[in-house]
């Protein structure tokens, strides 16, 4: 019962996402709801427990990864935004066009990094589960 509950509530969060994203455009909130949603899904289908089983050194590597993460993405955008300004000097559509691949390709790297750390871990608590 409390696993329908739970996915049923990350869809409400998604969807809630996606409708006042379209009606008011992006918002910070989002970040929240996406959260929300994700720890939803993720206590529907019980990887939240393994939360449980972290060890203090565990979670500051996550923790680390995830500030490296955000630098590094944060970095690699504001190089994009610098080289798409002041050395191409686009306008229009094209820096548009340029500014969203931008974007795609300095999160890239980010969500490796961030990724390849996280399933470490997760491999590391499955290996010592049995």
Excluded: C, R
Excluded at 10 to 16: D, N, P, R, V
Excluded at 53 to 64: G, H, M
Aim: no cysteine; aromatic share 12%.
């Amino acid at each position: 019962m409390s696993q329908k509950l739970f996915n049923t509530a990350g869809w409400m969060f998604l969807i809630a996402i996606g409708v006042f994203w379209i009606i008011m455009g992006y918002s910070g909130l989002y970040s929240l709801l996406l959260a929300l949603s994700y720890i939803s899904f993720s206590i529907s289908d019980g990887s939240i427990k393994k939360l449980g089983k972290l060890s203090f050194s565990q979670a500051a590597l996550i923790l680390f990864a995830l500030v490296v993460s955000v630098a590094v993405a944060f970095g690699l955008i504001q190089l994009g935004n610098y080289i798409i300004n002041d050395m191409l000097h686009l306008t229009g559509v094209i820096k548009t066009i340029s500014l969203i691949i931008a974007t795609i390709l300095s999160l890239t790297p980010a969500m490796f990094l961030f990724g390849s750390i996280i399933y470490k871990v997760s491999n590391h608590l499955e290996s010592h589960k049995s």
